[in-house]
């Protein structure tokens, strides 16, 4: 009798569990996030191309590129609205620059409250922290191994 009861709540308990885990479209969420993850694209080409029509040059054009971006995540981020889009376009709002920004932006703006340096100080890069660790140390391995490549004469 305990043994049907056990069986019982394990399949109340199973039936639960798959009423409340959320089914995901993998093709629409693959589209959204393409939208998403275009839409800033475009936002990025539409800057530089107005910062090239203002006489500004290749690289002075992807430096306002690079700063207006991070300012709208970091808005977008403050504005309670980047969380909005990330619910709706996924991986699309990991474009390099806003999502860095977004992850940098938003610890900050969480532990505001716990102070200037306990609260952001200490968790501003909670989320972004591994990236840059990981980025720089995988940067210096492989300009080592470009170093020694060049010293073997197998590169140039």
Known sequence: MADAAKQEKQQEYQDYVKHVTPTHNLFLDMCKAFVTGGAFCVAGQFILNWCGRAGLDKEAAGSWCSLLLVLASVVLTGLNLYQKLAKFGGAGTLVPITGFANSVAAPAIEFKKEGQVFGI??????????VILYGAFTSWVLGLG???????????
Do not use: N, Q, R, S
């Open 146 to 156: 470009y170093w020694i490549l060049k010293l073997c004469g197998v590169l140039k």
């Open 121 to 130: 100080g200490c968790k501003i890069f909670t989320i972004a922290g591994p």
